[in-house]
């Protein structure tokens, strides 16, 4: 059974750090075009970053851009999302999926930002 799980999500100040990763088990990422999705209390989900595993590119979304970078590391199966120098905006659930013929979704974990 596919699965993806998310971890390293928490608390931080304004200005902190973050790593996030995403483990699949049962589905080889490598094979997969990689996405962090994200979404706040009140709000609609929205992009963050893109990984395609067809040329290795990767793609931020504008209000990530220069402070998040997403990585994968096919001999883990692991996706990551290094994130810095975040802001209050960023407080969101963030979710990976590997999306393909079928799509597969992490359940998600909480990132909270706040002084």
């Known amino acids: 059974q596919a699965q993806l799980v998310e971890s390293g999500g928490g608390s931080v100040l304004p200005g902190g750090s973050l790593i996030l990763s995403c483990a699949a088990s049962?589905?080889?990422?490598?094979?997969?075009?990689i996405l962090w999705f994200r979404q706040a209390p009140g709000n609609e989900r929205e992009g963050v970053s893109c990984?395609?595993?067809?040329?290795?590119?990767?793609y931020y979304w504008d209000s990530v851009k220069g402070r998040f970078t997403i990585s994968l590391d096919n001999d883990k199966n692991t996706v990551w999302l290094q994130m810095n120098s975040l802001k209050s905006e960023d407080t969101a659930v963030y979710y990976c999926?590997?999306?393909?013929?079928?799509?597969?979704w992490g359940q998600g974990t909480q990132v909270t930002v706040s002084s």
């Open positions: 999926t590997a999306a393909g013929a079928v799509d597969y």
């Open positions: 049962g589905v080889t990422l490598g094979r997969y075009t």
């Open positions: 990984f395609s595993t067809y040329d290795d590119s990767t």
